[in-house]
């Protein structure tokens, strides 16, 4: 390992320390923080510097104070059990250890993945959940629709961006992947145990450019509360839209930014080309090749790429 890794490993090692400190108080004073950590208050003032490109922390002469609004620490979605951390391997690992209605939140995580195992870039700034529910099998379905269609209604109506579906779990400004999902299950008598996980770049950096940020976009920091608040409430009444499910689909089709184009799709069995068509109520894509219709729920599709 270079010494400049190992440096940049202990930085953020620091950092992870100092909003940890920083998420249990309304108010800290920069000695007070230099003794917690260990370092000088000049390194503590570094810190901070860095720290408040990504989060909404300010300093006031020798105080330090990190807005409620930002810090998950300070929120307590009602009918969950919360739990928030610094640092994870990944939050879908993690919600496995606790009883259905649990959210856990982490500012980054080591081992987070997408789909088919996928690598998921979630460093500090953006916001990492996996909430784990307990629903009836309908519900469980509908999940992959209803999920994209609640996100994209937040950053139209609370944020003013807005937002499209790239199939089966992107979603996607100006082409750009801004937020993404996974849902993996398990059956439990009559019940299905879901485990949602959703990522989404909200003031972390971007280093890959086929992504963005609500940062990118909106030009200031965005406070994650409130995303969180809309998400728990909105996913904690989920058995009621599937009263709304053909309003839902609706929406779901007018926001899918894949129908009517030229897709390629990837799988284990091999590559198809066609033109999609359509999404099936349980979020299966339907493509028109030159030798028919074909197809695809999201399981078996390891990648899916717009070439129109």
């Known amino acids: 390992m270079s010494q400049n890794l190992l440096e940049y490993?202990?930085?953020f090692m620091l950092k992870m320390e100092l909003l940890?400190?920083?998420s249990t108080k309304d108010n800290a004073f920069i000695p007070e923080l230099a003794g917690e950590l260990g370092i000088t208050e000049l390194e503590v003032i570094d810190l901070i510097?860095?720290?408040r490109e990504n989060y909404l922390i300010t300093q006031e002469k020798m105080s330090i104070s990190w807005a409620p609004g930002d810090n998950p620490a300070k929120i307590k979605p009602w009918g969950w059990n919360y739990v928030y951390k610094q640092?994870?391997?990944s939050t879908m690992v993690s919600a496995k250890h606790y009883a259905p209605w649990t959210i856990i939140i982490a500012e980054h995580q080591t081992k987070s993945y997408g789909r088919h195992g996928k690598r998921?870039?979630?460093n500090i700034g953006g916001l990492w959940m996996t909430m784990k529910l307990e629903v009836e099998p309908r519900a469980a379905q509908m999940l992959p629709v209803t999920i994209p269609v609640l996100l994209c209604n937040y950053l139209k109506d609370r944020l003013g961006v807005k937002a499209g579906i790239k199939w089966p779990n992107d979603i996607v400004v100006n082409e750009k992947k801004l937020a993404g999902f996974l849902i993996e299950g398990e059956v439990l008598l009559s019940k299905v145990i879901v485990y949602l996980g959703i990522g989404i770049n909200v003031n972390n950096h971007i280093p890959i450019e086929v992504a963005t940020s609500l940062k990118s976009i909106l030009g200031r920091l965005i406070p994650r509360n409130s995303i969180i608040a809309?998400?728990?409430g909105r996913v904690g009444r989920i058995e009621d839209y599937v009263k709304e499910y053909n309003r839902l689909q609706m929406q779901y089709l007018d926001l899918l930014e894949t129908l009517g184009r030229k897709v390629k799709i990837y799988t284990k069995s091999g590559e198809y080309i066609g033109i999609a068509r359509n999404v099936t109520e349980t979020g299966?894509?339907?493509i028109e090749t030159p030798t028919g219709s074909l197809r695809f729920n999201s399981g078996e599709v390891i990648e899916l790429r717009h070439v129109d």
């Open 9 to 11: 490993d202990k930085l």
């Open 20 to 22: 940890r400190v920083l």
């Open 49 to 51: 510097r860095e720290l």
């Open 87 to 89: 640092i994870v391997g």
């Open 120 to 122: 998921w870039i979630s």
């Open 230 to 232: 809309y998400i728990a």
């Open 284 to 286: 299966d894509i339907v």
